[in-house]
T-cell receptor
Framework: AQKVTQAQTEISVVEKEDVTLDCVYE???????LFWYKQPPSGELVFLIR??????QNEISGRYSWNFQKSTSSFNFTITASQVVDSAVYFC?????????????FGPGTRLSVLP | KAGVTQTPRYLIKTRGQQVTLSCSPI?????VSWYQQTPGQGLQFLFE???????NKGNFPGRFSGRQFSNSRSEMNVSTLELGDSALYLC??????????????FGPGTRLTVL
């Protein structure tokens, strides 16, 4: 069965600090997709990134970067020079492709508070 | 392109009633998935519809049902509401027919309160 763990329930940082959100997943499939979503106070989930299991290259997008390590089943997310607008709940999600149709499993989320 | 829309945004019902929530996916998207989000259980997958057929189903009781219309709009219905059904119900759309699967785009949600 697939499972996503985000051990950090809440994190508080001061603006301009770097912060890393951890994500550990479990799956029996060899082909799968990992995602990060942001949920601001408005409630709508915003897509941040998708990574497939065959692509272990790290990715950087502005202040955001992602570190995917299959050996440790982790897909961590780092925000560099955090800003107050980064305050939100961040979800890591896993989608296996073995089944037919969408089959997303979300982690419990990490609430990030960036203080001015 | 318009995003995913959900109506209504807020709903208050009493125990025993039933409720219908609506979701209009992004134009061209044929897959609609529904999720329930609660503080205790987090985001849980309810079901997915593709081309008017339920393609995948989560672990929820039969009181939760859905359907999809030919224009890809989807509705979910909860019958005999219980207090524990109070939650944010999120709808997500995606192309659904392409492998690898594209990311899902989420609507703003419907917040259901059961009194």
């Amino acid at each position: 069965a697939q499972k996503v763990t985000q051990a950090q329930t809440e994190i508080s940082v001061v603006e301009k600090e770097d912060v890393t959100l951890d994500c550990v997943y479990e799956t029996r499939d060899t082909t799968y997709y990992l995602f990060w979503y942001k949920q601001p106070p408005s409630g709508e989930l915003v897509f941040l990134i998708r990574r497939n299991s065959f692509d272990e290259q790290n990715e950087i997008s502005g202040r955001y970067s992602w570190n995917f390590q299959k050996s440790t089943s982790s897909f961590n997310f780092t925000i560099t020079a955090s800003q107050v607008v980064d305050s939100a709940v961040y979800f890591c999600a896993l989608s296996e492709t073995g089944g037919y149709g969408q089959n997303f499993v979300f982690g419990p989320g990490t609430r990030l508070s960036v203080l001015p | 392109k318009a995003g995913v829309t959900q109506t209504p945004r807020y709903l208050i019902k009493t125990r025993g009633q039933q409720v219908t929530l609506s979701c209009s996916p992004i134009s061209g998207h044929r897959s609609v998935s529904w999720y329930q989000q609660t503080p205790g259980q987090g985001l849980q997958f309810l079901f997915e519809y593709f081309s008017e057929t339920q393609r995948n189903k989560g672990n929820f009781p039969g009181r939760f049902s859905g359907r999809q219309f030919s224009n890809s709009r989807s509705e979910m219905n909860v019958s005999t509401l219980e207090l524990g059904d109070s939650a944010l119900y999120l709808c997500a759309s995606s192309h659904g027919s392409q492998r690898p699967y594209n990311e899902q785009f989420f609507g703003p949600g419907t917040r259901l309160t059961v009194l």
